[in-house]
């Protein structure tokens, strides 16, 4: 498959912006095009299934191995948002750990609605937590679990709990359900 020059222009700005150092790129303006098939065995039988015909969440969580390998084995910071989208709660939790237990110089943000993190103590740290919540003036404040005194958050604190009882804020107002039709 032939790119079209804007493409293939674009790939050797980025390599050139790029922090890293880059000895005259060549890139060919050819490239193959490869099927990714997962092998499933059922009841002894074994099929293959286009990457494509995969679960949104299948096809998410390889993705973030590929990434999960990048951020181990680099020192980088990666971003996610929205890191639980389309995953098992049970993925998402695997994927947090793999990283927590065998990273030691990248650091990962991540944003989430997933609140049930926040009943794992052993796991996340207060000051690994960050909510954001709107302000009076509809700006958006960013602070830490850790911020909170032990009038809050003790050692004790069930923090989903008090999550959901509104202790921390960040949470969207669902006050009115009244819906008027008639403007």
């Given at each position: 498959?032939?790119?079209?020059?804007?493409?293939?222009?674009?790939?050797?700005?980025?390599?050139k912006?790029?922090?890293?150092?880059?000895?005259?790129?060549?890139?060919?303006?050819?490239?193959?095009?490869?099927?990714?098939?997962?092998?499933?065995?059922?009841?002894?039988n074994?099929?293959?299934?286009?990457?494509?015909?995969?679960?949104?969440?299948?096809?998410?969580?390889?993705?973030?191995?590929?990434?999960?390998?990048?951020?181990?084995?680099?020192?980088?910071?990666?971003?996610?948002?929205?890191?639980?989208?389309?995953?098992?709660?049970d993925?998402?939790?695997?994927?947090?750990?793999?990283?927590?237990?065998?990273?030691?110089?990248?650091?990962?943000?991540?944003?989430?609605?997933?609140?049930?993190?926040?009943?794992?103590?052993?796991?996340?740290?207060?000051?690994?937590?960050?909510?954001?919540?709107?302000?009076?003036?509809?700006?958006?404040?960013?602070?830490?679990?850790?911020?909170?005194?032990?009038?809050?958050?003790?050692?004790?604190?069930?923090?989903?709990?008090?999550?959901?009882?509104?202790?921390?804020?960040?949470?969207?107002?669902?006050?009115?359900?009244?819906?008027?039709?008639?403007?």
């Open positions: 498959m032939e790119l079209p020059d804007s493409f293939y222009e674009f790939i050797l700005k980025r390599m912006e790029s922090n890293r150092k880059v000895k005259s790129p060549e890139l060919k303006k050819e490239f193959t095009i490869l099927d990714l098939e997962l092998v499933h065995t059922v009841n002894g074994s099929y293959s299934l286009p990457f494509v015909s995969e679960s949104n969440g299948t096809r998410r969580y390889y993705g973030f191995a590929g990434l999960l390998a990048l951020i181990l084995k680099n020192s980088m910071i990666l971003p996610v948002d929205e890191l639980e989208a389309s995953l098992h709660p993925l998402y939790e695997h994927f947090l750990l793999s990283f927590l237990m065998n990273s030691k110089e990248s650091q990962l943000i991540a944003t989430t609605h997933n609140r049930e993190l926040l009943n794992n103590k052993d796991i996340y740290r207060n000051d690994a937590i960050w909510f954001t919540d709107k302000n009076d003036d509809c700006a958006t404040e960013l602070y830490s679990l850790a911020d909170f005194d032990s009038s809050v958050v003790r050692d004790t604190t069930n923090v989903l709990n008090a999550y959901k009882s509104g202790k921390q804020g960040a949470k969207p107002n669902t006050e009115d359900y009244y819906l008027d039709l008639n403007s």
